[in-house]
């Protein structure tokens, strides 16, 4: 099939690039010259396992092109997604500035049928919303047999990043909400080799079995609302495990025990149950303020939702308590932090833990070192008086405390007694939890997890 997608962020180059491993005509366009200037070359702009891999593999064999020409894309393609940023704005509604943009520039280039199909995380009635601006700057209503000339579906991405090429070939599951039975079983047709595991990734990949995918076929509105429904649970059981990890530290017991005790309740489950600083991404903070704003928007109450964003944003002032409990005061002293992407196996730093106490270590006048395995400048949101070490060993040196923020598998493997010699004082507060308490006690460190 003949699939056009908008925006080579993070959503759209990963659904275009896996879309054409399957066996689409694929055209990526953005309005980013440079970026579609290096995607054409084989360049990733973004650290996702085994994308840049499939990116020269498809350029290779033509099955995807990256291209500056929305209107010629949308033009000489049948299925165009909108894969489009749609950032917060101060109140936590998303800005829809970029997605109304876009939907204009479709209806005043159709030239026959179209499915468009929202890709994006978009706020609910978004959909009907994309329909009203398309038909407005559409220049004829239908097409010659009188069906409509396009259908608008909801398909919502659920991309794991670091995971992003496994979750596009072996999802969960498929959503896909329209009011037009056309549409449907169009894409239907578009996801058959992912629904089926019928395409040669699939072999290709031992850690996945070629199992039929789940595909929900249900109106807009209800698709739209899985997407933020599901990112504000998984939020919800994280900030709910921090909360516990609060109580364990006050009453003297160990979350990570508590943890599995409630993971092996299938009720449950282990999943995102996991005590540490706190969530923080393109999507969680985004999702769970979007969907307490539709609420309160359509005058529902959103008392969880509220409370599971207050959770998450004291979590992260938790370590600055812990450091001044440590240190006592913060005005001069080197602190080492380890991982400034919001997680590991990416080179995100959209609302990452990192930036929040970074920049308030920074304020309250301490040195910073920081270290990340993918990340070797400065975000943009972080202050720029940040030292961005090129190892953890540079990170450490003379630091009277070491924090570690994200998860990186290597940081299991650092020889901390030469990081005990490089410190000036061996504290750490380990944020997730992921280092050996024991053996760091035992070298002779001053050693602070989180509810543990």
């Known amino acids: 099939m003949k699939v056009c997608v908008i925006g080579v962020g993070y959503v759209g180059l990963v659904t275009g690039v896996c879309l054409a491993e399957v066996g689409h005509n694929v055209i ?34 033509k099955n995807i092109t990256f291209s500056s020409n929305l209107t010629e894309a949308i033009k000489s393609q049948d299925i165009i997604f909108i894969c489009v940023g749609t950032p917060p704005l101060p109140n936590g509604k998303p ?22 199909v929202n890709k994006s995380t978009v706020p609910i009635g978004t959909a009907k919303r994309v329909k009203k601006i398309i038909k407005e700057n559409a220049k004829e209503e239908s097409n010659k047999n009188g069906s409509p000339i396009f259908d608008i579906v909801s398909n919502p991405e659920f991309l794991k990043e670091g995971e992003a090429v496994n979750d596009a070939f072996f999802p969960e599951r498929i959503v896909i909400g329209s009011e037009s039975q056309k549409a449907i079983e169009i894409m239907k047709q578009l996801y058959k080799p992912i629904i089926n595991q019928d395409f040669d990734y699939a072999i290709k990949n031992s850690k996945n079995t070629r199992k039929k995918i789940p595909v929900i076929i249900t109106d807009s509105t209800s698709s739209e609302l899985i997407k933020y429904a599901s990112n504000a649970f998984l939020a919800t059981k994280i900030s709910f495990i921090n909360e516990v990890a609060n ?192 053996q760091l006690t035992e070298i002779g460190f001053n050693y602070r997890g989180i509810g543990i």
């Open 28 to 61: 990526c366009v953005d309005k980013e010259k440079s970026k579609i200037s290096s995607l054409s070359e084989g360049v990733c702009p973004i650290y996702e396992i085994g994308l840049k891999e499939l990116i020269k593999r498809n350029l290779n064999e």
């Open 95 to 116: 800005d829809l500035t970029a997605l109304d943009d876009v939907s204009k520039l479709i209806g005043s280039c159709l030239n026959g049928y179209k499915i468009i």
């Open 247 to 438: 109580i364990c530290e006050r009453v003297g017991a160990n979350v990570v025990d508590v943890t599995y005790g409630m993971g092996l309740d299938s009720r449950i489950g282990s999943k995102y149950l996991k005590a540490g600083i706190g969530w923080g991404g393109s999507c969680f903070p985004k999702d769970v303020r979007a969907l307490a704003f539709t609420a309160e928007e359509y005058g529902a109450v959103a008392s969880i939702l509220n409370a599971v964003i207050q959770v998450n944003n004291y979590q992260r002032y938790r370590i600055i308590q812990k450091a001044m409990d440590i240190l006592g005061i913060i005005e001069d002293k080197i602190i080492g932090v380890l991982g400034i992407a919001f997680k590991p196996d990416t080179d995100d730093t959209r609302e990452a833990p990192s930036i929040t106490i970074i920049n308030k270590f920074l304020e309250l006048g301490a040195e910073v070192k920081a270290y990340d395995p993918v990340i070797k400048k400065c975000p943009e949101e972080m202050d720029d008086k940040v030292i961005i070490a090129k190892d953890v060993y540079e990170a450490v040196k003379n630091a009277d405390l070491l924090i570690l923020v994200t998860e990186w598998p290597e940081f299991s493997d650092i020889d901390f007694n030469k990081v005990k010699s490089e410190m000036k004082r061996p504290n750490i507060i380990d944020g997730r939890n992921m280092l050996d308490k024991k």
